[in-house]
C-alpha cells in the first residue's frame, strides 16, 4: 500500500504537491470552525525566531505569521475509537511556514489547548510547543465567540478574544493564490534543543475556505512568542470543517546543502 493510495479512510491526494508517505497514518482528528488570521511580517525580523536549520518560506518576498482558532474533534489514533473526554477541545496556534528539502510546512512557535492529555502527548510524541489554556467558544448562528487563555505553570501569559463568522461561500483556492500557499500545507516541521528536526507529515482534503470577518478585541499570543504582529488588519479566512490524518514524526537529514 504505497503512499496510502489504497486506504480507504484517506482523501484523494492527486492535490497534494508531493506523495503520500509510506508508512500509515497514525492519527485522525477534525478541526471545525476554524480562523485563519494571517499578517505579513518581514522576513528579517522574523528570521532570528526560527531556527536556522528551517529556512523561512516567504510569498512574493514576505513571511507570514497566522493565529489560527478552532475546535478539535474526534481525535483518534488508528484503529481506535474516539474518547470524548479527551478527543474533543478547543485549539489556537501560533505559525509561519518554512521549507526544508523542497517541502514546504508548518512552523509552530505555540500551541495552547484545552485537554492536559493532549497538551502532554504532543509535546511527548512530537515535540511541539503546547500549552494548557481555559477556553470558552460559543456560537449564535454561523458567529462564533472565542476566548482563550493560558494558564500554564511557568509560560509567558497569552489571551485571545474575538468574535469572526465567514462571509461567503466555501471553495478551494486558486492554485498558485496566497490563499493556497498559506493554507495547503502537508507537513510541520519541529526542532530539538539539540538540532535535530524532524517532519510529521499531514493530509487532508483541499481547504474549503471561505472570506471572514472578524472582531479581534485581545491578542496576545503572537507576543507571548515575542513576535511583533503588524499594526493592520489581518487577512481573513474561515473553515467550517476538515477532517486530517497525521503520521508520526520522522527526523530530516541534517547533511543537506540545499533549500
Not at 233 to 250: C, K, S
Request: net charge positive; glycine share 6%; with cysteine.
Amino acid at each position: 500500500m504505497r503512499g496510502g493510495e489504497k486506504d480507504a479512510f484517506l482523501p484523494p491526494a492527486d492535490h497534494r504537491p508531493w506523495p503520500l508517505p509510506d508508512a500509515p497514518w497514525v492519527m485522525r482528528q477534525t478541526w471545525n470552525t476554524l480562523l485563519f488570521a494571517h499578517w505579513p511580517v518581514p522576513a528579517g525580523a522574523l528570521a532570528n525566531h526560527v531556527p536556522a536549520a528551517l529556512p523561512l518560506d516567504t510569498f512574493d518576498g514576505s513571511a507570514w505569521v497566522a493565529v489560527t482558532p478552532f475546535v478539535l474533534t474526534g481525535l483518534h489514533a488508528r484503529a481506535m475509537p474516539a474518547f470524548p473526554p479527551v478527543s474533543v477541545f478547543p485549539e489556537i496556534n501560533v505559525r509561519t511556514y518554512v521549507r526544508r528539502e523542497g517541502k514546504g510546512g508548518v512552523f509552530f512557535f505555540s500551541l495552547d489547548a484545552g485537554s492536559t492529555l493532549a497538551v502532554w502527548g504532543a509535546r511527548a510524541m512530537y515535540g511541539l510547543p503546547y500549552h494548557r489554556a481555559d477556553f470558552e467558544v460559543a456560537r449564535d448562528g454561523a458567529r462564533v465567540r472565542y476566548v482563550c487563555r493560558r494558564r500554564a505553570l511557568g509560560a509567558v501569559v497569552a489571551r485571545f478574544e474575538a468574535e469572526y463568522e465567514p462571509s461567503g461561500p466555501a471553495e478551494p483556492a486558486p492554485t498558485g493564490s496566497l490563499a493556497a500557499w498559506l493554507t495547503e500545507r502537508y507537513c510541520l516541521y519541529t526542532v530539538s534543543s539539540r538540532g535535530v528536526i524532524h517532519r510529521a507529515e499531514i493530509h487532508h482534503a483541499p481547504w474549503p475556505l471561505q472570506p471572514a470577518t472578524a472582531d479581534i478585541r485581545v491578542n496576545t499570543m503572537a507576543a507571548a512568542s515575542d513576535l511583533r504582529l503588524p499594526d493592520r488588519a489581518p487577512l481573513l479566512h474561515f473553515a467550517q470543517r476538515l477532517d486530517v490524518h497525521v503520521w508520526l514524526p520522522t527526523r530530516v537529514p541534517t547533511t543537506w546543502s540545499g533549500r
